[in-house]
């Protein structure tokens, strides 16, 4: 009855209930987690979204909402139930409108990354959002998890570029507030309850994004460091003589470059010597090239770096940047690890990754770390493979954490916590915080219907 329901109010165009279409839609981009669904709807403007929220809320039946489904914690994945459905984004791809002279544009939540970027790019400014997944991913999904990526050090997460957002709420209910204002102090800043919550408070059907005057032209470099230390030492160092024009500073070890080589066609770390860790770093700007190149030169002289290669042209930018934004392929095709997807102080990553060996170390000697990440947001993915039919995940897992908790830092600095995290978020919050999250869910979704059993 319901099913007939939904079928009518997103029409033949918008619904599957096809095995062979729903099974990607059922698994996680690691294909780690499992779910099952009745029924895929995929509603083309916010009035559907309503009147399928509406249906289900009045059928008490859950919804989970599904971006590009590219999250990393299983967040956009039904139960095993068979009971929820699934209510992509998809068809709500419009970029609706786009302001050069107010720097913002109006998108529906479907829209691909990518195609937003182009957006704002066709008109000669910046959406500052950038990530490996961008060619899938969606602005509905980015804004749920707010996503990070490669550009928060300067410009902050998918948060940061929202002025505007529209939601359906557990009963239907719309919630719309679009304006592309840079100030407004009128009541509490609902937006921010939307983003962030991963689908379990509204789903997001539209938003104003902030956009960018174009940064100018970039330089990117690849450094090749003796140690972790060196990179956030460098990073400061950078800060210091360059300002806010750096936009990106990812860094990688040696053996997450390895597993890049190894499954990635067309990849190679150009070093002639091999170095325990190295820096992806761009920054934009006319003259910054220059002053990058001397900054560079300098810090080799005072041997805070091995090597460094500043990219020669934009097809050698690329060609650095395909390997970090591989990273996640390579690490899925070696055989998914166990992510830890951590955040520290910036000044305590070094002491992290030194103390995160020695705990490793003595609990699983064979163990294997990946790890990289955003070093300007001290949000370092520190993934650990084990060996086959080890049963000491959790052990290993609540270690990490735990030293992370004890260093001030956080168990989920990028990703979310989605269905694989929930267990520890009551653990690493404080008590008072839990109770007043349940308190906005209970009143945002009393009968539990918006992505049960994610975040919670
Ligand atoms: P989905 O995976 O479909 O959904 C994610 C969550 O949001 C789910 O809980 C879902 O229910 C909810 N949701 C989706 N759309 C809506 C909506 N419209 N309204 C309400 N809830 C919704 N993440 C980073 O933060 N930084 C990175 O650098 C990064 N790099 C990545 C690289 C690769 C190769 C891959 C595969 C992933 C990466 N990710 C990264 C993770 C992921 O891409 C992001 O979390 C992304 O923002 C998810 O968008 P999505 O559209 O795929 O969302
Ligand atoms: C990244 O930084 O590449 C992403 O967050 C994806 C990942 O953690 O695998
Ligand atoms: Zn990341």
């Known amino acids: 009855m319901l099913i007939e329901q939904l079928q009518k109010i997103v029409g033949p165009k918008g619904w599957t209930t096809d095995p062979v279409t729903l099974k990607p839609r059922l698994t996680d981009w ?46 956009a994945i039904p139960d095993e139930s068979g009971t929820q459905i699934i209510l992509s984004l998809a068809r709500m791809n419009k970029i609706r409108a786009v302001d050069a002279a107010n720097f913002s544009m109006e998108v529906e939540a479907g829209c691909i990354l990518e195609n937003v970027q182009n957006a704002a790019r066709n008109v000669d400014r910046l959406f500052a959002l950038s990530l490996g997944a961008e060619g899938s991913c969606q602005i509905g999904g980015n804004l749920s998890t ?33 304006r592309s204002l840079r100030k407004d102090t009128a009541g509490y800043d609902l937006k921010h309850l939307f983003i ?36 956030v030492r460098l990073l400061a160092h950078l800060r210091s003589a360059m300002s806010d024009s750096i936009e990106a500073f990812e860094l990688v070890s040696k053996y997450v470059f390895d597993l890049v080589e190894k499954h990635i066609p067309d990849t190679l770390v150009p070093f002639s010597t091999a170095a325990p860790w190295y820096v992806l770093l761009e920054v934009a700007g006319n003259n ?30 690329e060609r650095f940047w395909r390997m970090r934004h591989s990273i996640a392929e390579a690490e899925r095709a070696e055989g998914p690890a166990q992510k830890h ?89 404080d008590e008072n915080e839990i109770e007043l999250m349940r308190t906005l869910k209970q009143a945002m979704d009393p009968k539990n219907i918006l992505n049960p059993g994610k975040v919670f």
């Open 30 to 75: 690691r294909s780690v987690v499992r779910g099952a669904t009745p029924i895929a709807v995929s509603p083309a403007c916010t009035e559907e979204v309503s009147a399928v929220v509406r249906a289900c809320a009045d059928a008490n039946v859950a919804i989970v909402p599904q971006g590009g489904n590219t999250g990393m914690c299983a967040g």
């Open 146 to 178: 707010n996503a990070g990526g490669i550009n928060v050090l300067r410009y902050g997460t998918a948060r940061a570029q929202v002025l505007g957002l529209e939601a359906v709420l557990a009963d239907g209910t719309v919630i719309s507030n679009l």
């Open 196 to 231: 962030g919550s991963e689908g379990t408070l509204g789903i997001i059907t539209a938003a104003t994004l902030k956009l960018y005057p174009d940064p100018g032209p970039k330089t990117t470099a690849l450094v090749a460091l003796g140690s972790s230390g060196d990179a």
């Open 288 to 317: 910054n090239g220059s002053l990058l190149e001397n900054v560079l030169l300098e810090a080799a002289n005072s041997e805070l770096l091995l090597d460094a290669i500043i990219a020669k042209n934009s097809a050698e930018a």
């Open 341 to 429: 997807d951590i955040s520290v102080p910036v000044s305590r990553i070094e002491d992290f990754l030194q103390r995160g060996d020695r705990l490793l170390a003595d609990l699983v000697p064979e163990a294997q770390l990946l790890a990289f990440g955003h070093v300007g947001d001290g949000n370092i993915h520190y993934n650990v493979a084990l060996p086959e039919g080890s049963d000491d995940g959790p052990r290993v897992t609540e270690a990490i954490y735990e030293l992370v908790e004890e260093m001030g830092g956080s168990f989920s600095g990028e990703h979310g916590i989605g269905r694989s995290k929930r267990q520890f978020l009551s653990k690493y919050r």
